[in-house]
Structure formats: structure tokens, C-alpha cells
């Protein structure tokens, strides 16, 4: 259906290599999108993994954490940590980390080194019990006809139509004029009111920008 709404007002006017060059088009598109608004609609894209720890590291080769400057950060909770959840340390003061100190009493901690968290733990954790790490997660890329389309709900998925059109638009000869832009920056605006986010006008254009 996101192909579909794209397309629809082009009528007869689109070629079977457009259909065929679908998927390719709908990655750009939600590149577009993910690279421009992920900071702001990261939770959505937040998810849960059992871990464990083998000799006091935490192996993050397999889990599909995205990596950009407006994600989110890692979050550890542990079962037997005093408040649930393990601190982040940078690293120089993760090697300064003091078990028997008794403000470490009871405390997880964790430092982030690429591929791996390593833990420490603090004076009276003599099992860590169950782990989780929550993290953001990098969208799935549809590859088939009936996998979803990895952007949330509503004005996001309004907003990866519209791109999606611009996209399609000049492959086919047809010139959208300004009235596109003017839905894509609607489309940012109904984004940024759906998750309560404001912005300067600068910001506004940078987003605006990257989208186009």
C-alpha cells in the first residue's frame, strides 16, 4: 500500500521499471526520513534483548543497535542491581571504578567499547541476575511485497508517501512544483506535533532540506 499511495496519482503514467526499482526507491525514502528524524522518533523504534555476560562483557556483535547521533542511549537493567538499572561510565571513569568503595555499594556499572558493554560491579552484587539491554534499533528495509514498511504510524508514514513521490516523479517526467515542498514541510510539522517536539527555524530548514 506505501508503493501504491505513491504512485497512485500518476495514474497509467508510471513504467513496470519503476515498479521493478520499488524497493530501492522505498530504502531511499526511509533513509530520508530516518536520517533527518530519527532523534525525534527514535522511542518508537526502542526495543528489549535478553543478555549475559561472559568474563565481564556484554557481546553486541549481533544486535542491531543503530549507531547515529540522534539515536538514543543504551539502557542495561539488572535484576540485582540496588535500583534496576546499571550506570553508564565513560571510560576513563569506568577503569577509575572502585568495588569496595562504599558509594559503589550494590551499584551495576557499564562502559560502552564498540561491540561490547563491559560491567563492573560494586561491593555486595555477588549475582547480576537477569539482564536486559533496551536499545534503538535500526529499521528494517522491506525486501518483499508483504513486509511492513519500518516507519511509525501516521504522520511518518504520510510523510515517506510524499518523498517517496518526489522521488518517482522525475523518473517518469512529471514536475510536482512547489506545492511538493509545501507538503513536505506540512509533513515535518504533523511529525513534530505528534511527538510534541519544537524547533528553531533553523532546525526546521535542516530537516526540511534533508528531506527533499
Known amino acids: 500500500m506505501f508503493f501504491g499511495e505513491a504512485i497512485r496519482d500518476f495514474g497509467n503514467d508510471v513504467p513496470n521499471t519503476i515498479v521493478s526499482e520499488k524497493f530501492e ?3 531511499r525514502t526511509m533513509w530520508s526520513l530516518v536520517g533527518a528524524l530519527y532523534g525525534i522518533m527514535g522511542a518508537d523504534y526502542m526495543e528489549r534483548e535478553d543478555v549475559s555476560a561472559v568474563d565481564d562483557e556484554i557481546d553486541l556483535s549481533s544486535v542491531n543497535i543503530m549507531r547515529t ?16 538499572v546499571a550506570d553508564s561510565l565513560s ?26 558493554l563491559l ?45 517517496l513521490k518526489r ?7 512529471k514536475m510536482l512544483g512547489d506545492d511538493s515542498k509545501e507538503e ?3 509533513g515535518i510539522r504533523n511529525v513534530l506535533g505528534t511527538y510534541g ?8 530548514k535542516g530537516k526540511v532540506e534533508a528531506i527533499l
Do not use: Q
Open 184 to 186: 513536505v514541510m506540512s
Open 167 to 173: 522521488l518517482i516523479a522525475p523518473r517518469i517526467n
Open 197 to 204: 517536539v519544537m524547533l528553531n527555524e533553523e532546525e526546521f
Open 91 to 116: 571510560r576513563e571513569a569506568f577503569e577509575s571504578f572502585k568495588r569496595s568503595s562504599p558509594t559503589n555499594r550494590g551499584r551495576v556499572v557499564f562502559c560502552y567499547s564498540s561491540n561490547r
Open 25 to 27: 526507491l522505498i530504502e
Open 119 to 163: 560491567l563492573k560491579d560494586g561491593v555486595d552484587v555477588t549475582s547480576r541476575g537477569k539482564m536486559y539491554l533496551w536499545f534503538p534499533s535500526v529499521p528494517i528495509i522491506p525486501e518483499e511485497d508483504d513486509d511492513k514498511i519500518d516507519l511509525p504510524d501516521g504522520p511518518v508514514i504520510a510523510l515517506g508517501i510524499i518523498k
Open 69 to 84: 547521533g540522534g539515536a538514543g542511549r543504551i539502557v542495561l537493567t539488572v535484576e540485582n542491581a540496588s535500583d534496576g
